[in-house]
């Protein structure tokens, strides 16, 4: 069981370009979310979706993208990439069973450097 | 709206010695609370979660939380640090499915 799965592990891009970070996760579950991790800044949530076909904004969703076509994936995708984007990226799953009592499942995330 | 607060962004203690890890709460709802480890260059993983079933919760590699409803408290102990247990911790507050809120992180430094 691979649990919740990010590619790639490092990437580095130059501003203006565009690139998209792949989350899968293989437990079935309904809610996924992308959340950006900075310094002293704890996980700010980006973006998130309750469901194949329905995705909605966090708390710092400018110059990033969503779609989730399908239950098992989660792409964020960065269209023009900037300097301020430089973070470390983690996608996350949880069961929708529980309810609000169920944990999120992480993966091991995406360091990505803007130059 | 629901809010977290971790009291210390570093925490020292030598090993052998007890941890003590301070989270405070804020939520209109009566919440589920969690605590998540994340080591040097790795991914989250979960410590413990409250979820109103007891108030004193246990976890993995001898952590445990109290929830205190009337401090509104959450803080995570160990009597006994490890080396191992040097990480940064965060304190996680559900009020609903799609709503989390993470605490900033606190950095637990173990020395020998």
């Known amino acids: 069981n691979a649990g919740v799965t990010q590619t790639p592990k490092f990437q580095v891009l130059k501003t203006g370009q565009s690139m998209t970070l792949q989350c899968a996760q293989d437990?079935?579950?309904?809610?996924m979310s992308w959340y950006r991790q900075d310094p002293g800044m704890g996980l700010r949530l980006i973006h998130y979706?309750?469901?194949?076909?329905?995705?909605d904004q966090g708390e710092v969703p400018n110059g990033y993208n969503v779609s989730r076509s399908t239950t098992e994936d989660f792409p964020l995708r960065l269209l023009s990439a900037a300097p301020s984007q430089t973070s470390v990226y983690f996608c996350?799953?949880?069961?929708?069973?529980?309810?609000?009592?169920?944990?999120?499942?992480f993966g091991n995330g995406t360091r990505l450097t803007v130059t | 709206a629901q809010s977290v607060t971790q009291l210390d962004s570093h925490v020292s203690v030598s090993e052998g010695t007890p941890v003590l890890l301070r989270c405070n709460y804020s939520?209109?709802?009566?919440?589920?609370l969690f605590w998540y480890v994340q080591h040097p260059n790795k991914g989250l993983q979960l410590l413990l979660k409250?979820?109103?079933?007891?108030?004193l919760v246990k976890g993995i590699n001898g952590f445990e939380a109290e929830f205190k409803k009337s401090e509104t408290s959450f803080h995570l102990t160990k009597p006994s640090a490890h080396m191992s247990d040097a990480a940064e911790y965060f304190c996680?507050?559900?009020?609903?499915?799609?709503?989390?809120?993470f605490g900033k992180g606190t950095m637990l430094l173990v020395s020998p």
């Open positions: 437990m079935n579950h309904e809610y």
């Open positions: 979706s309750v469901g194949a076909g329905i995705t």
């Open positions: 939520s209109s709802y009566s919440p589920s």
């Open positions: 409250y979820t109103s079933a007891a108030t």
């Open positions: 996680v507050v559900s009020g609903g499915y799609s709503t989390l809120t």
């Open positions: 996350a799953s949880r069961d929708r069973g529980e309810g609000y009592n169920s944990p999120l499942h």
